[in-house]
Nanobody, 115 residues
Framework: QVQVVESGGDLVQPGGSLRLSCAAS????????MGWYRQAPGNQRDLVAT???????NYADSVKGRFTISRDNAKSTVYLQMNSLKREDTAVYYC?????????WGQGTQVTVSS
């Protein structure tokens, strides 16, 4: 059974930093493409960053230069380091798994950027 659990969301001031973690199990993690999406109230769920099984990364233009996605296959965990946070980064952040043509989501973790 695939399990995807995000953590690390918090309230942070503009300009601050957070690191989100996504721990996954139930599949061969090193063979999966992983990603982070986010959804603000009233908005659709948008791509933030992805990392392939081979380590290739892709970012939304709005987070390039501020966010970094990485993975630790030994820990079956993907991370999202978020720096220089802005109010518009406020959203629920979801971990995305693409494995053998199947998609799995975590339950999300809330990030709020506010003074």
């Amino acid at each position: 059974q695939v399990q995807v659990v995000e953590s690390g969301g918090d309230l942070v001031q503009p300009g601050g930093s957070l690191r989100l973690s996504c721990a996954a199990s139930g599949f061969i993690f090193s063979n999966a493409d992983m990603g982070w999406y986010r959804q603000a109230p009233g908005n659709q769920r948008d791509l933030v960053a992805t990392i392939t099984s081979g380590g290739r990364t892709n970012y939304a233009d709005s987070v390039k230069g501020r966010f970094t996605i990485s993975r630790d296959n030994a820990k079956s965990t993907v991370y999202l380091q978020m720096n220089s946070l802005k109010r518009e980064d406020t959203a629920v952040y979801y971990c995305h798994v693409y494995y053998r043509a199947e998609v799995y989501w975590g339950q999300g973790t809330q990030v709020t950027v506010s003074s």
